[in-house]
């Protein structure tokens, strides 16, 4: 199994990225996907997730900033994240798991690599 994040990038208070992550050796539509991010000194925590019907949570800290989202004919997840601000810098890493919609990182069986976000004010 892959996860293969990629879109990350520098960027100015203020701007847009959207982040990717394209899975392989499993169909994404079977599980629930999920953004975790974690900033330097700091622990990983949540974004966001999308289950298989599409029912989605995010974070409190990027609530009407960010959206995931899936196309499941690509086998990819996506993170739209509008509105950066410099505390939303961190390595953003997607991850998998069967079962239930959640925000709990140990729920989470499979990891992609990360990709760098860097917002500068």
């Known amino acids: 199994v892959q996860l293969q994040a990629s879109g990350g990038g520098l960027v100015q208070a203020g701007g847009s990225l959207r982040l990717s992550c394209a899975a392989s050796g499993l169909t994404s539509s079977n599980y629930v996907m999920g953004w975790f991010r974690q900033a330097p000194g700091k622990e990983r925590e949540f974004v966001a997730s999308i289950s298989r019907w599409y029912s989605y949570t995010h974070a409190d800290s990027v609530k009407g900033r960010f959206t995931i989202s899936r196309d499941n004919a690509k086998n990819t997840v996506y993170l739209q994240m509008n509105s950066l601000k410099p505390e939303d810098t961190a390595v953003y890493y997607c991850?998998?798991?069967?079962?239930?919609?959640?925000?709990?990182?140990?729920?989470?069986?499979?990891w992609g690599q990360g990709t760098l976000v860097t917002v500068s004010s």
């Open positions: 991850a998998a798991q069967a079962g239930r919609l959640t925000f709990l990182r140990d729920d989470y069986t499979y």
